[in-house]
């Protein structure tokens, strides 16, 4: 019977370079207090200049191999998770793949937008634990790196009316070692979603390959249909109700109460919707950690950035949990107890 | 050991405008003879108007359901395989979901080119077999037509690729004997530019901008190594189809039918020989489609299912090499 998958180590990347409200607001034609009032968001990371979600996540999978004692041949498979992939195709799994010099080790890109570290989990825990179809190429144990990265700042609209969702979208990358052991952190339950009939409430509608004849063109760079949007007052009763259910759901899976949870981290484009949702479900507001609060919406990679960030802090033992929601709309938890 | 998944139902959907290699003649220096002689192709299908991978991924799906005897309200999770996602994102599986009134299961896309169904369904079979779905609806959708360079400027690669969709529903097999007998999965990132769409591509600023839509090699059309992709998949294909075999104590003269990714007919037949497999166990309907990327396997499985190429009891290999490069195959006992 083989052992249960776990996750087994995490790393985390945030570029050097940090962007503050008064550095964004002038071009957006707005001050820093408005932004910082609209947002409740002060900072974000962009990554230099040639680097994509790859480079980001380059890092991050380095700290994350040492720290679980894994060797990039140990490897079985990569799982990168991202909305902002380095170019159209192919995906950076497969440019994450070649700098690490992992051989002819399978890569895969998946695409669930802020739930993209959940369900890049999930899909790993699932294929890691000996129960599946799938076969390692290597003999021995199935080690999963599952990465998430983004890179949205050479993305965002830069004039006036990128004043709402440019300060708020930003870089950086995470990566996690899964596999199985007795070691490693327990994802007790993990729950995603998804809701597509809100699809474009929050979306980059370009380059869309059902336009004919020509997925993107001039005129379309022109209206500026290439940058996110976002109808955030729309969303915000439906993405705090989803965010809360799936909250109540893994706490009730793992069988744990809202007051035993030592951190939560909760990630939401719109932290005060975040934090209202954490509220409802019991969680006191002094443990939760809203991600973009402090670096700004890192879709894929926000909740796993800040749950590294703590990591070092929490006791074995100690009970966390992450939630995300975001474009899709997708939304998901899980209940992790450390290692 | 958990009950092995097995495909219970399948659809297809293309679009009905006929793109014969005479009609691309006319719009760029080629000719009938160089495409046929090169690739196999014959003729591949555009859409003529506005349309979505998804819109052809939801007849698809509407029709694996029927034929699966499934209903939607059953289906776990949604994945979409696809290089030519609907819109930017959220992710097309998102649309997907939406068009067929699903509930609110994970749909995600899986971004891997060529190799992109066949990850989705070893995925999918993850879920499943880990107690996280039971009914998996695996979508392999791609609208091409409009991404490509449609010149003589971008012959080599616009005459390749069509437009299409195929799903499966994958569920618990009905018999322990048969379904899905392992998955393998392969990539090698060191060629990712040698085969691939550059354009809009987050490692530069703006992403994507005008000069992208123009020029001599312009970044928002793919460009391809014809020499280094045939290479490389004339030995990766019999490599990972051997791997499969032999994960199973099974050797090549125990295929009953092999499903490459549609690429190149030339391909194909490179692999047939160098397998020493009979031709006429190879399913092949390039010349009718083109390369349907994510769609290509699942729109040959129909096919062959429908002919009864593909029967209860047959050992079917599906595999395929492309943009990564990646490449992986599956095994199935039918």
């Known amino acids: ?339 | 050991m958990s009950e092995r998944t097995h495909i219970l139902g399948i659809g297809s959907a293309v679009p009905d405008n006929v793109v014969t290699n005479d009609d691309l003649s006319r719009v760029m220096d080629t000719s009938d003879e160089w495409i046929q002689q090169r690739t196999g192709i014959r003729q591949r299908r555009h859409i003529a108007a506005d349309c979505g991978g998804t819109d052809l991924g939801a007849i698809a799906a509407r029709e694996a359901l029927a034929s699966a005897g499934v209903g939607i309200d059953q289906i776990d999770a949604i994945v979409y395989a696809t290089l030519s996602p609907d819109i930017d994102w959220p992710a097309s599986a998102n649309l997907l979901a939406a068009k067929l009134g699903a509930r609110s299961v994970p749909a995600f896309d899986v971004r891997n080119q060529c190799s992109g169904f066949l990850y989705s369904l070893a995925s999918a079979d993850a879920l499943i077999r880990a107690g996280r779905a039971r009914h998996v609806l695996v979508v392999g959708g791609e609208i091409h037509s409009t991404g490509i360079d449609l010149t003589t400027r971008g012959r080599e690669v616009a005459v390749i690729f069509g437009d299409g969709a195929g799903a499966v529903v994958l569920g618990p097999s009905p018999d322990p004997q048969r379904g899905l007998l392992s998955t393998h999965l392969h990539a090698e990132g060191r060629y990712a530019e040698k085969l691939w769409l550059e354009s809009a591509s987050s490692r530069k600023k703006p992403r994507i901008e005008p000069a992208d839509l123009d020029g001599d090699a312009p970044r928002a059309f793919p460009s391809m190594s014809g020499r280094y992709v045939f290479k490389h998949a004339v030995t990766r294909f019999p490599e990972v189809i051997q791997e499969a075999l032999a994960a199973n104590g099974l050797r090549v003269e125990d295929l009953d039918v092999l499903i490459p990714h549609q690429a190149n007919l030339r391909i194909n037949q490179f692999v047939a020989a160098a397998l020493e497999m009979d031709e006429a166990k190879v399913v092949n309907n390039i010349d009718r489609y083109g390369n349907t990327t994510a769609a290509s396997i699942p729109l040959a499985l129909a096919e062959a299912m429908r002919d009864g190429r593909v029967s209860e009891g047959r050992l079917v290999c599906l595999a395929a090499f492309g943009a990564g490069f990646t490449w992986a195959a599956a095994l199935f006992r039918w």
């Open chain 1, 1 to 339: 019977m083989p052992l249960e998958p776990r996750l087994l180590s995490i790393g985390a990347h945030l570029p050097g370079a940090l962007i503050t409200n008064e550095e964004l607001a002038p071009r957006l034609r707005t001050s820093a207090e408005e932004v910082a009032r609209r947002t409740g968001i002060a900072r974000r990371h962009h990554a230099p200049a040639g680097e994509g979600p790859s480079d980001l996540a380059r890092r991050a999978a380095d700290d994350a191999l040492r720290r679980s004692g894994t060797e990039v041949s140990d490897l079985a498979l990569i799982v990168f998770a991202t909305a902002t992939p380095d170019v159209t195709f192919p995906g950076s799994a497969c440019y994450l793949q070649d700098k690490l010099g992992a051989d002819t080790v399978g890569a895969l890109d998946v695409r669930a937008q802020s739930a993209g570290f959940l369900a890049a989990l999930d899909l790993a825990l699932a294929l890691s634990g000996g129960t599946s179809a799938f076969r390692a190429p290597a003999s021995g144990e199935t080690r999963i790196l599952v990465a998430a990265g983004e890179v949205f700042s050479t993305g965002l609209d830069e004039s006036p009316s990128g004043a709402d969702l440019t300060p708020r979208l930003a870089d950086g990358a995470a990566a996690a070692v899964v596999g199985p052991g007795e070691a490693g952190s327990h994802v007790r339950a993990l729950r995603w979603y998804s809701d597509g009939t809100l699809a474009d409430r929050f979306w980059c509608e370009y380059p869309a390959s059902r336009q004919y004849p020509l997925r993107v063109t001039a005129e379309n760079l022109a209206a500026g249909l290439h940058y996110p949007k976002a109808d955030f007052a729309a969303l915000a009763p439906i993405v705090e109700k989803r965010l809360f259910t799936a909250m109540r759901e893994v706490l009730e899976l793992a069988g744990w109460s809202a007051g035993s949870v030592e951190a939560a981290f909760v990630d939401y484009v719109e932290p005060p919707v975040a934090r209202a949702a954490a509220s409802a479900a019991g969680l006191a507001s002094e443990r939760v950690d809203v991600p973009t609060e402090r670096f700004g919406h890192v879709m894929a990679a926000g909740l796993p950035i800040r749950f590294e960030q703590r990591y070092g802090e929490l006791a074995p033992g100690a009970r966390v949990l992450l939630a995300a929601a975001g474009p899709g709309v997708t939304w998901g938890a899980a209940a992790i107890e450390i290692g």
